[in-house]
């Protein structure tokens, strides 16, 4: 497709399970972004990748949060042992290297999870 | 700390008139800003940006207004369509293309026909 795709969309997990959430860039897209959106709040930034290096993951909450992208384009977020606060939706980001010249993120939809 | 702040969570505007959303922010490092759109079960759209080096910013009916000293920027839209219901997120950054956005928690817009 021409967008980001993130996939699942929705996902609901008991405490203390582990998930996976996948973000598909748009093609050719260098830079990838994780951002977690808590209700009523804005994303806020969780970690960025340059290809398959990870440069940033300064905004990941805890270790139980892991972020990869092994071959620079499909990337996986990992949540291990969930906890009700990790419950938010997370949105995957992609641009172009430097985002070009207005540093605009392209946004997928989201995969909103729900931690019982 | 909220870094950048959008005090009014939702807004309510007549078709045709003027819509303005506010955004504070209290990073004085950051030095370009954008507005993103939502609308509800799609990921934020990029609207407009604008840059320190500028004061002001337009693109057909939207309008970017920047003022430093105050740290306060501004989105005029103008006239206000139905279809620009939505939420509203302000976004800064410290250098452009630098792209770890701090987002402010977003005002709801809706203009009412």
């Known amino acids: 497709g021409a967008g980001v795709s993130q996939s699942p969309r929705y996902k609901v997990a008991k405490r203390g399970q582990d998930v996976a959430l996948r973000c598909d860039p748009i093609?050719?897209?260098?830079?990838l972004f994780w951002y977690q959106q808590a209700l009523g709040q804005g994303p806020e930034f969780l970690t960025y990748f340059q290809n398959e290096a990870q440069l940033d993951k300064s905004g990941l909450p805890s270790d139980r949060f892991f972020a990869e992208r092994p071959e620079g384009s499909v990337s996986t977020l990992k949540i291990q042992r969930t906890q009700q606060e990790d419950s938010a939706v997370y949105l995957c980001?992609?641009?172009?290297?430097?985002?070009?010249?207005?540093?605009?993120?392209?946004f997928g939809e989201g995969s909103r999870l729900t931690v019982l | 700390d909220q870094q950048v702040k959008q005090n009014s969570p939702s807004l309510s505007v007549q078709e045709g008139r003027i819509s303005i959303l506010n955004c504070d922010y209290t990073?004085?490092?950051?030095?370009?800003f954008l507005w993103y759109k939502k609308y509800p079960a799609e990921g934020p759209t990029f609207l407009i940006s604008?840059?320190?080096?500028?004061d002001k910013n337009e693109d057909g009916r939207f309008t970017v207004f920047l003022n430093k000293s105050a740290k306060h920027l501004s989105l005029h839209i103008v006239p206000s369509q139905p279809g620009d219901s939505a939420v509203y997120f302000c976004a800064a950054s410290v250098t452009q293309g630098a792209q770890k956005l701090v987002f402010g928690q977003g005002t709801r817009l809706t203009i009412n026909p």
């Open positions: 604008i840059s320190s080096i500028k």
């Open positions: 093609s050719g897209h260098v830079s």
């Open positions: 990073n004085s490092m950051f030095d370009y």
């Open positions: 980001a992609s641009s172009l290297a430097g985002g070009g010249n207005t540093g605009e993120l392209f």
